[in-house]
């Protein structure tokens, strides 16, 4: 019978596997429309400004700042409106002092004028009072009356205030969202550089397992891993390859990782998680190429009959069978595995500030991971354990997320502030 | 000139909305395996128990738990190991008082056990001790010291203890995740009803807009606002359409529009936000049916020149032109809409607390959304106010999320607590 394991803290088992995967990202061009959620390979620079041209804020008159100083209600002073300014066009006058010109929120201020009042410090005064005759044909001129003066720029965007040329919108790593597609659209960029998703193979091992669409025997099981590892693979952005299910026998068991293996940037194993299965699994792995097993054993709970490796370059990990245990070492070391392959930023992780509902006890030398559903009572927000144990699915479909006790706590009394990580 | 908005606050605007708004669900069939993100339309109830039989829950020993009563280290009880617990099969044996066989984690007990004995509380102690016969073909039988005593159940998981016949498993209107997938698999349904995602069109209008692969001329700008909405409606769990950009005159933009309408289930137009073009957008959508503009001007920064209709059952918004003010209103009315077309529980909002690193100023009359970014200082984490008018889509590429300033506050100073409402 095989020694049991020697367990590495999860830090410890990190660092290891750091210490011999170089993650390469393969960039590849990708329609900024269809980018969302694509990891930039390259950064994104700004080809030219934005805006292009002084642009109004509001709907008002383009005016010369200068002829509004010292307006008040009481003594407004007057100008004639002689022209509109088009939308989406230069306008073909230029405006002289005492001058105005009716704009469009968005639209371009005239030549002339330096800065825009809005419609509601206005008011038509009748005809054109100042005598300055239409600059636009077909414009019957008009006068208002400005009740506050505006300054110099006011109501206007200028020239490169939104961006300006050559500056870097969006850094490499950076995951697209609905925004930054508008970002990189207005600067007229409308492809990018973006990270291939790695392709992630993920085989499900066991004697016992079989397909979901088949009824189980006495001591079978449907195989559940394949399918919520593919989800997960899929919210890391890689994309899943999913394989026939491998029995608990060496040789078929290498010949399967081995075709996984070679078919995709990084290889998950899920396995029956007792110690003689956890050989098979460790075997099939070092088959696989150098160096090999790395890790074997991480003091995680749950999670501990875990394997971490590298062979020949790619990442592989021998993941325990339990559904909960699974999806918690999927999502500890995996995930950033599989953002590390897309040269992504850490993305932020979501958590919410919760009152644990329920003691959690300590789990001596293990790092705990306990699931938790949330509630709001009397408007605050509780995270209620969901015990169970790490062969039940429906542990983890019963909760939203995740409070983690650390290595050496004494357990977590009841009404204490927490954090959840929440699901991604 | 048309008259100025008569605004209504955000919660009136809704409910008068809702008010004429009659949400219907279509449900369709989907396979389980590619229902990620897609909504429930229908409960899921598990047609049988989970697990189907006594599952081991350790690598260990299947006993009679009263033969380890009282056992301690100093006075172990002995029992005789006569075969081995076959994985994904019902034993061929029953095993007898003072007998134990072989099990490894997830097999099932064999007839006969009540209990599971931990390998590591055990230790080999050589021939069967007690004289009892092998009960399997080649199993040569040993005996075992256990130093520990087990209660009946215990290292098992019972039939039903996961989930048990007839027991809801999920809810209509629940967004499926990667955990949901395995647990509705794990009891066999292979595919689900889903809430067919709604159509949902969106039309760019203005003279000064051209499409985003193309170079504006002097005044024009590219269109960046259907494919920001494209990838929220995504986000949302919708189906995005876009259209040509709409002229600003009436008759074109009622054709344009008409056509958006007939074929999605929800229209979006973002407009120009000048006081004539809302006009132009507002006539547009009260062509399309009954009753047609319910709300027009909502207390909102940015976003107040905004309308909700709902035309012949369909809603349609119309929405201003400028990006964070499109945004900003997209999220508070369209996404929710779409969620109502999904009949989807509504989504968990995430926030996060943060420090406020610089005064928010009141915006009297309205309530103000400001975007923020979030830093990390000393542990802490801070909201910086990326502050930009609502004309500059880097506002919203700058930051990462947003604070809700109510309709009549004082403004917030800097150093409070505030919640961040993140982007999705």
Redesign the interface.
């Known amino acids: 019978?095989p020694e049991?394991l020697k367990l590495r803290t999860a830090e410890e088992a990190w660092e290891i596997f750091l210490g011999h995967f170089a993650p390469v990202v393969t960039a590849e061009p990708c329609a900024?429309?269809d980018a969302?959620d694509r990891v930039l390979a390259v950064a994104a620079t700004a080809p030219h400004e934005?805006?292009?041209?002084v642009?109004g804020?509001v709907?008002g008159y383009a005016v010369q700042a200068a002829d509004t100083y010292g307006a008040t209600a009481g003594l407004p002073a007057y100008l004639d409106v002689v022209a509109e300014a088009?939308?989406?066009?230069?306008a073909d006058f230029t405006l002289g002092p005492g001058q105005a010109a009716l704009v469009?929120?968005?639209?371009?201020a005239p030549p002339g004028a330096d800065a825009v009042i809005m419609?509601?410090h206005t008011n038509r005064a009748g005809g054109p009072l100042m005598g300055a005759a239409s600059l636009q044909a077909g414009f019957a001129p008009f006068s208002i009356e400005a009740y506050r003066p505006v300054a110099v720029g006011e109501n206007c965007?200028q020239p490169g205030?939104?961006?300006r040329a050559g500056d870097q919108?969006?850094p490499p790593g950076h995951t697209l969202?609905?925004?930054?597609?508008?970002?990189l659209?207005?600067v007229?960029i409308?492809t990018v550089q973006v990270a291939r998703p790695p392709r992630v193979a993920i085989v499900s091992q066991?004697?016992?397992?079989?397909p979901?669409?088949q009824?189980?025997?006495?001591?079978?099981?449907?195989?559940?891993?394949s399918?919520?590892?593919?989800?997960?693979v899929?919210?890391a952005g890689g994309i899943p390859l999913t394989y026939p299910i491998a029995p608990?026998q060496q040789d078929a068991l290498n010949a399967a990782v081995r075709t996984a293996f070679d078919q995709a940037d990084m290889v998950v194993i899920t396995a029956?998680?007792?110690?003689?299965?956890r050989d098979l699994t460790a075997n099939a792995i070092n088959q696989l190429g150098k160096p090999g097993v790395l890790v074997h054993g991480v003091a995680i709970r749950p999670g501990k009959p875990t394997i971490l490796a590298v062979c020949d370059g790619k990442p592989a990990f021998g993941l325990p069978?339990?559904?909960v245990s699974c999806?918690n070492i999927f999502q500890q070391f995996a995930t950033p595995t599989i953002r590390l392959l897309l040269g992504a930023r850490p993305p932020?992780v979501?958590?919410?500030?919760a009152r644990l509902a329920r003691n959690i006890s300590a789990a001596s030398g293990r790092a705990d991971f306990v699931r938790v559903r949330?509630e709001t009572r009397d408007g605050e927000t509780w995270a209620v354990p969901v015990f169970?144990?790490s062969?039940?699915?429906?542990t983890?479909?019963r909760s939203?997320g995740v409070i983690a006790v650390p290595l050496n706590s004494n357990g977590i009394p009841a009404g204490s502030e927490v954090v959840v990580t929440?699901?991604a």
């Open positions: 019978m049991f900024v429309i969302l934005l805006p292009t041209f642009r804020t709907d088009p939308m989406g066009a230069r469009h929120t968005g639209g371009m419609l509601e965007i205030e939104d961006v919108i969006l969202r609905p925004q930054d597609l508008g970002g659209l207005a007229g409308t066991g004697d016992e397992v079989v979901p669409d009824a189980p025997g006495p001591g079978q099981v449907r195989d559940i891993n399918y919520t590892l593919a989800g997960l899929r919210r608990d029956g998680s007792s110690v003689s299965y069978g339990n559904p999806i932020r979501h958590t919410v500030p949330l169970g144990k062969n039940l699915i429906y983890l479909v939203e929440l699901d």
